[in-house]
């Protein structure tokens, strides 16, 4: 049972069309009162099994009903997933994610998922795995071998969802986020803007991030990367200034949980990503490759955090200096969400 209902549609509406400076200057002293100021964490993602997915999310570049010319990729060996990490963790990323297309990973491929996130946790790296939906005893052994997040997003509303894939439902989505609750991985789980949602859907897809009965440590919030092939690749852009909204909604509802500037930075200019920034995102995808598409470059990013005197995180563990200065910046927090 869940003990937190707290969020509802009509509270988080307030918020969202609150006047877009006021709603800023909520966001970042929320923030600021949980987090480190100027820092961020940085994953990096790598995909291990690549297309021919069985699923029909309209927006995916790797189901098998959308022809989109990809390269398809039986699940990879453990020496290109160790080449891969070790990179990441030498260009500084402190988590490495990995990415299967599948609707749920069979039983027969979860002794190699397992050497995976052992080896990737011996270099010194945070683990994530996104494969879709889990059983009970899949997520029990993926926790036992180390795995610390997992990746299973909403996408959408509850209503919107049918409209963007039709093989799973929302249920299932949920279902499999409770049972990797219950395993005691920490959850990675967000959406999708720019599928041809109402703001009231992504109202609503907060509500269930919100009411869950843990929020996510980890929120993705990615701009629909527009694919060709895809049902949605003449979708509409979605208005910068609309997304900035919601990060900023979604720091005020989950102030602790880390926010990710996901997929769709490359339709981003420095501006708008150092709005959501000031609007509480601290965590991006960080290298030349999301999934299956590109993500802006290490240079181009390095630039944009020397420009706004970003730093990333070498740990998630606050030191007692950071504590302090966590401590220093309640002292100026005194908005209200009233
Ligand atoms: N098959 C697994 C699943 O569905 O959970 C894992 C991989 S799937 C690619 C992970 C997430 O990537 C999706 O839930 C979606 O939020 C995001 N994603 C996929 N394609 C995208 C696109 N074209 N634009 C933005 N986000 C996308
Ligand atoms: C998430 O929310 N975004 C990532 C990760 N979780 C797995 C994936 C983005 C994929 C973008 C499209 C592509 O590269 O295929
Ligand atoms: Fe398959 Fe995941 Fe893509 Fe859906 S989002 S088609 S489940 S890889």
């Not at 070790?86 to 039983?107: I, L, Q």
């Not at 703001?199 to 527009?226: F, Y």
Request: hydrophobic share 35%; with cysteine; glycine share 4%.
């Amino acid at each position: 049972m869940s003990t937190n209902q707290l969020w509802t549609v009509d509270k988080i509406k307030k918020i969202l069309n609150k006047p877009f400076f006021d709603l800023l200057f909520i966001a970042q002293n929320i923030h600021r009162k949980h987090f480190i100021a100027n820092k961020i964490q940085i994953s990096t993602l790598m995909s291990i099994k690549t297309g021919l997915c069985p699923e029909d999310c309209k927006y995916c570049a790797q189901s098998a009903r959308n022809n989109t010319g990809l390269q398809n990729q039986q699940l990879v060996k453990l020496e290109q997933v160790i080449n891969a990490a070790k990179k990441a963790k030498k260009s500084g990323a402190t988590r490495f994610c990995m990415g299967a297309a599948w609707r749920n990973p069979n039983d027969r491929d979860i002794p190699l998922l397992e050497q995976m996130i052992k080896g990737v946790k011996n270099i010194g790296l945070e683990t994530c795995m996104t494969l879709g939906m889990l059983n009970k005893q899949q997520a029990e052994r993926l926790a036992k071998a180390g795995l610390d997040f997992y990746n299973h997003n909403l996408d959408t509303s509850p209503e919107f969802y049918k409209n963007i894939t039709t093989t799973h439902s929302y249920k299932d989505r949920l279902d499999s986020l409770d049972i990797i609750r219950k395993a005691n991985i920490k959850i990675c789980s967000g959406g999708i803007l720019g599928l041809g949602e109402t703001i009231d859907d992504r109202i609503s897809l907060l509500v269930q991030l919100a009411n869950l009965p843990k929020p996510p440590e980890s929120i993705p919030i990615n701009m629909l990367v527009k694919i060709k092939g895809t049902p949605l690749a003449n979708n509409n852009s979605i208005d910068p200034f609309e997304f900035i909204r919601i990060i900023a909604t979604t720091r005020i509802i989950m102030p602790t949980s880390y926010i990710r500037l996901a997929a769709g930075r490359e339709y981003m200019n420095e501006q708008t990503q150092a709005l959501c920034f000031i609007s509480g995102a601290n965590s991006i995808f960080y290298g030349e490759k999301l999934l299956t598409t590109s993500n802006p470059s290490c240079k181009k990013d390095k630039l944009l955090f020397s420009k706004l005197n970003i730093i990333t995180e070498e740990s998630l563990v606050n030191t007692v200096n950071e504590q302090k200065q966590i401590f220093n910046n309640n002292k100026y927090y005194d908005a209200s969400i009233q």
